[in-house]
């Protein structure tokens, strides 16, 4: 095709979202079939100077995936941020995580090692390790 019908065929041009807001809608939870608990770090500060930290399960459970590094569906080992990573969480786009925080999936508890940000995004990902 040439640029004049790429233009005409309504494809995306400089300056144009990638993803739709009605394609962002529908592909939301895609792939996303098991469910997560975000544990939030918290400190707390007994009053005399000294202060204890814990995490805060307290949170509802949101929709997620867990992959194994190099899976089928995942980046290669190669892109990942962190070298200790050994899998990757998926979450709908505008989870608020930290990595500070934890993930608990069914009876298993995951450090967050490294958060992937890029510019348009469907879902958000993390990489983590088991705790």
Same mark, same amino acid.
């Given at each position: 095709m040439t640029r004049a019908h790429v233009s005409g065929a309504g494809l995306p041009g400089v300056g144009q979202e990638c993803f739709p807001l009605g394609a962002r809608e529908h592909v939301r939870d895609l792939g996303l079939y +098991? @469910?997560? &608990?975000?544990?939030?770090?918290t400190k707390t500060d007994d009053g005399a100077g000294s %202060? @204890? %930290?814990t995490f805060d399960w307290g949170n509802a459970p949101v929709d997620a995936r867990l992959d194994p590094i190099g899976s !089928? +569906? /995942?980046? @290669? $080992? +190669? *892109? /990942?941020?962190r070298e200790d990573t050994t899998h990757l969480v998926s979450f709908r786009d505008g989870q608020v995580i930290s990595t /500070?925080? !934890?993930v608990r999936i069914e009876d298993s508890e995951w450090l967050v090692t490294a958060l992937r940000e890029? /510019? *348009?995004?469907? &879902?958000? $990902? =993390?990489? =983590?390790? $088991?705790a």
């Open positions: +098991g @469910s997560a &608990i975000v544990g939030v770090w %202060s @204890s %930290s !089928r +569906g /995942t980046a @290669s $080992r +190669g *892109d /990942t941020i /500070t925080d !934890r890029v /510019t *348009d995004e469907l &879902i958000v $990902r =993390v990489e =983590v390790k $088991r």
